[in-house]
């Protein structure tokens, strides 16, 4: 499965962006897109990639860091194999490269935030100037 993540760009504080990430190559074992947990991840220079928000396969149940609750909310469109990432009230400390990522194994709710992942974006900066 690759995943081609977008979106990304600079910003001033306060302000939002949407990121997104749309899913290809799924093998022809009947899984989709439908069937993965999804979610995103960010890496800010000189820190270990962290967890940022995750979905379930049906769109349900969606987790968040505690430092992006109110904030941010992810979505996705099983139709278009795309997951979003809605990121308002951005700040300075915000500021990373955001990754998208899909589980590794199907109807598992938790695997995404559990680090159990099949495939990884290639990541987005995402700049927010104070």
């Known amino acids: 499965v690759q995943l081609q993540a977008s979106g990304g760009g600079l910003v001033q504080a306060g302000g939002s962006l949407r990121l997104s990430c749309i899913a290809s190559?799924?093998?022809?074992?009947?899984?989709?897109?439908?069937?993965?947990?999804v979610g995103w991840f960010r890496q800010a220079p000189g820190k270990d990639r962290e967890f940022v928000a995750s979905?379930?396969?049906?769109?349900?149940?969606?987790y968040y860091k505690d430092s992006v609750k109110g904030r941010f909310t992810i979505s996705r469109d099983n139709a278009k194999n795309t997951v979003y990432l809605q990121m308002d009230g951005l700040k300075p400390d915000d500021t990373a490269v955001y990754y998208c990522?899909?589980?590794?194994?199907?109807?598992?709710?938790?695997?995404?935030?559990?680090?159990?992942?099949?495939?990884w974006g290639q990541g987005t900066q995402v700049t927010v100037s104070s």
């Open positions: 990522a899909i589980a590794a194994r199907p109807y598992e709710s938790s695997a995404v935030r559990s680090g159990i992942i099949g495939s």
């Open positions: 979905l379930n396969w049906q769109g349900r149940n969606p």
């Open positions: 190559g799924f093998s022809d074992s009947g899984l989709t897109f439908s069937d993965y947990a």
